[in-house]
């Protein structure tokens, strides 16, 4: 029966799923959003500094310091992932125009270019009037605004995560004009002898005409909000996606692709990601502006407390190899995987054991993350372990990764502990069977 299953699945599905987990647009949003990781994981460490004078006790000096200062220290993540769509879309133009064999920089540009003028610049009169009732009865207010330079602002609300979906769909359109412009001819081509740079800025200059004038005409003369538009259609979409049964259908879909050795984070994870990315801002905004992070379905939830040591919770099984194996196979295989899965690289244990097509490893497999998922859910719905806020760099050991990416929590890196506990356990009656059938063979196999 599970060969039957397995056939028909690297048959009809194995194809169309690799192909659509290198599908040019997918791949952009997966290379474009990745490559802000390292604004996103410092920028989110400098905010846990922020606020660790919460975990430390008034008599350090070094407390009322980091507090006097905090406002200053988050200064660096208000300019990185504070605004990280802004990062994000020229990665994402620039991955898409080099997928079509364009210029990669002209492509980025053109994508920035098109999600900024999705942004209608706002007057700072028109701001200052807005809450000039308020200035005439605070003196210090009224000083401010006084002070305050004339000319126009950028709303930063759409420059981070509230701006992720129109940055992807204007990075699209940007380089997708950029595209159609190159391959009808309508440029304007430099002779042989301009220098190259120079050439590209000449045959940019017809997509730039038609990005400046369709997107102003209609976001700044129409006056038809984009953003909100969007965020008004996607608002359920995010609020399903931090739910329980959203997770474990997730977690679920991506073991199943990897059951197969289809790389299931690549399939699944790319669709979820700005979603997650999303949710982890507000989380990190809430916590930076003194409140409380409340979205626990984010993915470093999945990082830190269901896939430890890698997809499948596998840092168990590798325990249970490098401990407990009989069979010689099993004993070489923990002391080859173990030190990998330590830092979440569990790929030797997937195609090694292997796990992909072994039915009596499949089960735990898919299982233990499940269960994990479910445990730490509660515990963090609890308010047992604070919710994540950062995303920390996902090679760091499994206790460690979840201090950090709860903001300093000492609970969450205790709940870590525990659940690679509890994922050994589940995992220890299928290894048992695995390796006993891997000594039989063993004994049965004709001395060399």
């Known amino acids: 029966m599970f060969e039957k299953i397995s056939k028909l699945i690297e048959g009809r599905l194995a194809g169309p799923l690799e192909k659509l987990s290198n599908q040019r647009h997918l791949r952009a949003i997966r290379d474009g959003i990745i490559a802000t990781l390292p604004l996103i994981i410092v920028s989110s460490l400098l905010m846990v500094i922020a606020f660790s004078y919460n975990q430390m006790p008034e008599s350090w000096g070094i407390r009322q310091v980091i507090q006097d200062n905090a406002v200053a220290i988050l200064l660096p993540y208000r300019m990185s992932m504070y605004i990280m769509t802004l990062y994000a879309v020229f990665g994402i133009g620039y991955s898409l125009a ?205 990082q830190w407390f269901v896939h430890i040591g890698g997809s499948g919770a596998t840092l168990g099984l590798a325990i249970l190899f490098c401990v407990k194996a009989k069979s010689k196979y099993g004993k070489t295989l923990g002391r080859t995987t173990i030190l990998p899965s330590i830092f979440n690289i569990n790929e030797p244990m997937i195609f090694g054991a292997p796990i992909v097509l072994n039915p009596m490893l499949l089960i735990p497999f898919i299982v233990t993350p499940l269960i994990l998922a479910t445990i730490a859910w509660i515990a963090t719905a609890m308010n047992l372990v604070n919710c994540a806020v950062t995303i ?56 060399e």
């Not at 049964?245 to 692709?257: A, G, N, Q, R, V």
């Not at 890196?413 to 525990?418: G, R």
């Open 98 to 302: 080099k997928s079509y064999d364009l210029d990669g920089l002209s492509g980025a540009i053109l994508a920035e270019l098109t999600f900024l003028l999705t942004i209608v610049p706002v007057s700072i009169p028109d701001v200052t009037e807005s809450i000039s009732a308020l200035a005439e009865t605070n003196a210090e207010l009224s000083t401010f605004l006084s002070a305050l330079p004339s000319g126009y602002v950028i709303p930063a609300e759409y420059l981070g995560s509230a701006g992720m979906f129109i940055g992807i769909i204007s990075a699209f359109i940007g380089v997708e004009i950029y595209r159609f412009t190159q391959v009808k001819g309508f440029k304007i081509t430099m002779p042989a002898a301009v220098p190259p740079a120079v050439a590209r800025s000449f045959e940019s200059l017809t997509p730039t005409i038609i990005i400046i004038l369709g997107v102003s005409t209609i976001t700044m003369w129409l006056g038809i909000n984009v953003h909100q538009l969007v965020g008004n259609l996607i608002k359920p979409l995010i609020s399903v996606t931090d739910t329980l049964p959203s997770t474990l259908l997730i977690i679920f879909l991506i073991m199943f692709f990897w059951s197969f050795g289809i790389h299931g984070d690549s399939v699944v994870s790319s669709l979820a990601r700005p979603i997650w990315l999303i949710l982890l801002d507000q989380n990190t905004a809430a916590v930076a502006s003194g409140g409380v992070a409340t979205h626990i379905g984010v993915e470093p939830f999945l």
């Open 392 to 447: 920390a760099p996902w090679t760091l050991p499994g206790p460690i990764g979840a201090y950090l990416a709860c903001g300093g929590d000492w609970r969450a890196a205790v709940l870590n502990v525990i659940l690679i506990i509890i994922s050994i356990i589940i995992y220890y009656p299928f290894f048992k069977m695995y390796d006993n059938e891997l000594l039989a063979e063993e004994k049965e196999a004709p001395a």
